[in-house]
């Protein structure tokens, strides 16, 4: 069957967490259907799945370092970011080191991301990034800049 988005150019996407779980599964389905996607991770490259896809690939780690990815994400038409991480155990089991580390990985990094790479993705060509609001539909599928 003929899909729509199929007929589309391909687009440039850069995406985090993809080394492993939601964004490595993103990355392969973008990769499939052609777009040029650069993925950020904390995993080194040796330590890729075998199926890992053809793509830009960069090891970082998004709570102690944004700079690298913010002239990634500066250039793609789409952002989507997808690092997390978080605990097998009750968080209360947790010390403050580990802590930290979650709410830098998994909030103030991506607070970080957004306020440098959007003042940056407003030139020219301003670019549609389909940065998620919340769960539900209520302020629309996505944000245009």
């Known amino acids: ?26 990355v392969k389905v973008l ?6 996607v650069t993925g950020f991770g904390r995993r080194a490259p040796g ?7 053809d793509i830009a690939y960069h090891q970082v780690d ?3 370092a944004t700079a690298p990815m913010i002239a990634s994400a500066a250039t793609a038409q789409r952002l989507i970011l997808a690092a997390g991480t978080g605990f097998y155990r009750p968080i209360e089991a947790e010390d403050e080191p580990a802590l930290a580390h979650l709410l830098a ?7 970080k991301i957004l306020h440098q790479a959007l003042p940056r993705s407003a030139g020219p ?3 549609r990034c389909p940065y998620r609001l919340d769960s539900g539909d209520r302020f629309g599928r996505h944000a245009r800049l």
Do not use: W
């Open 1 to 26: 069957m003929f899909n729509r988005r199929d007929a589309k150019k391909p687009l440039r996407y850069c995406v985090t967490g993809a080394s492993s779980g939601v964004g490595l599964g993103i």
């Open 31 to 36: 990769a499939a259907r052609h777009h040029q």
């Open 47 to 53: 330590d890729l799945p075998p199926d890992f896809p």
């Open 62 to 64: 998004l709570a102690t």
């Open 105 to 111: 990985t998994n909030f103030t990094s991506t607070v």
């Open 125 to 127: 060509e301003r670019p």
